[in-house]
Nanobody
Framework: QVQLVESGGGLVQAGGSLRLSCAAS????????MGWYRQAPGNERELVAT???????NYADSVKGRFTISKDNAKVTWYLQMNNLKPEDTAVYYC???????????????WGQGTQVTVSS
């Protein structure tokens, strides 16, 4: 059983910063893509940032220059540093992992439980 546990959400004023963490546990051979997504009320879940095992990063246009995704391989944890937060960043943030149980096994996707980020104006 693979689990992703998120932490670090909360309430912050516009212009402030937060850092989200996502810790993976379970029998994982390799995580191919680590990601962060968000879902605001009434909206669909959208990609925020992804980080591949090769180190390639991808960001939504709305967060480029403000958010940074990073990882700590030793802890099997990845982070989302969010700076200069805006009210429109308010959402539930979910981490995700595309991972494999063994070297030739299919890629599976697991989601975290979500953490609320609220940015006040």
């Amino acid at each position: 059983q693979v689990q992703l546990v998120e932490s670090g959400g909360g309430l912050v004023q516009a212009g402030g910063s937060l850092r989200l963490s996502c810790a993976a546990s379970g029998s994982i051979f390799r995580i191919n893509v680590m990601g962060w997504y968000r879902q605001a009320p009434g909206n669909e879940r959208e990609l925020v940032a992804t980080l591949t095992s090769a180190g390639s990063r991808n960001y939504a246009d709305s967060v480029k220059g403000r958010f940074t995704i990073s990882k700590d391989n030793a802890k099997v944890t990845w982070y989302l540093q969010m700076n200069n937060l805006k009210p429109e960043d308010t959402a539930v943030y979910y981490c995700s992992a595309n991972w494999q149980r063994r070297t030739l096994s299919p890629t599976l996707t697991t989601w975290g439980q979500g953490t609320q980020v609220t940015v006040s104006s």
